[in-house]
């Protein structure tokens, strides 16, 4: 069997240890970590999301597969992260008061560092209050990440995004959500500067964020606003 098939089948059936072998396995015969992500893993997931859902698979099962996710990221981090790429700013991520869910936030978090970001991961069940006492300890940050899965603690946003503006009136903080149950409708709707439906693009954006912002303010390009560009992800 292909690595990347037996890769999924480990993930969906929390296989812990199988997964962390045949991701080490994956990057021996030299794939490509993202490949070994977007290929293997994260549909495994989805695959697992939906046999939750389907009442095929358990809370014991479902959680096995999100530590493999979490095992499997980890090892792949080191492999995906661009030596000597210089930091473009600071991103502050969290998961909403009420939800625990932490598999996508923590691949944002692996997506930013991937891209050049340092990231400050606050972690799940986080209140508005911490996320206003984040910004106040980091003024340097350019962009908040906030999380939520579930449609009883999605609302928090709303009330996350408002104090975060309220804390920020020149406007230097651009707020992203997302998340399996947030949409671009409601990000509209709650005032937030941005929502992607996976990591890989989110990074993506708030790297655009970051170059629209040192364009604004006159920043030449020069050595530190190296990997700063279109497509270097
Ligand atoms: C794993 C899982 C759990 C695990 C969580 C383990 C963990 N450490 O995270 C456990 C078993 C603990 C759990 C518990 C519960 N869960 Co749950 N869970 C899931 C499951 C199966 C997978 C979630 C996941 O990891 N997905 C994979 C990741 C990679 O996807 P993702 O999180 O969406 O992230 C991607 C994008 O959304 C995006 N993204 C994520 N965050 C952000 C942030 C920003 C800023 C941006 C731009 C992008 C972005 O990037 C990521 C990668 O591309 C989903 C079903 C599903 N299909 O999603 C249900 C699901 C989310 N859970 C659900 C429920 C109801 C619960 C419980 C209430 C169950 C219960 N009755 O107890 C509890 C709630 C506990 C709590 N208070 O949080 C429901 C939510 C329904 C809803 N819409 O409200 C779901 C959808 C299942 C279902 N259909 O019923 N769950």
């Not at 240890?17 to 994260?42: C, H, V, Y």
């Amino acid at each position: 069997m292909p690595v990347l098939e037996e890769l999924r089948y480990s993930i969906e059936n929390g296989r812990i240890k199988d997964t962390e072998a045949l991701i080490r396995r994956a990057l021996e015969e030299k794939m490509d970590p993202q490949e070994i992500l977007s290929a293997g893993m994260i549909p495994a997931m989805r695959s697992a999301g939906n046999d939750f859902r389907n009442g095929e698979a358990d809370i014991p099962r479902i959680l096995s597969a999100a530590r493999g996710m979490q095992k499997g990221l980890n090892i792949l981090e080191p492999y995906m992260r661009r030596e000597n790429l210089p930091c473009i700013g600071t991103a502050i991520l969290g998961t909403v008061e009420g939800d625990l869910h932490d598999v996508g936030k923590n691949m944002v978090a692996i997506m930013f560092r991937c891209a050049g970001f340092r990231v400050i991961d606050l972690g799940v069940d986080i209140s508005e209050k911490q996320f206003q006492k984040a910004v106040r300890e980091n003024p340097e940050a350019s962009v908040v990440c906030i999380s939520s899965l579930l449609t009883t603690s999605a609302p928090e946003m709303r009330g996350i995004v408002k104090a975060l503006r309220k804390m920020d009136k020149e406007r230097r903080l651009k707020i992203m959500v997302g998340g399996g149950c947030i949409t671009q409708k409601f990000a509209d709707e709650i005032g937030a500067d941005a929502y992607t439906e996976n990591a890989v693009d989110a990074a993506e954006v708030a790297k655009k964020f970051v170059m629209e912002k040192r364009r604004d303010s006159g920043e030449a390009d020069g050595p530190g606003s190296a990997g700063v560009s279109a497509g270097t992800f």
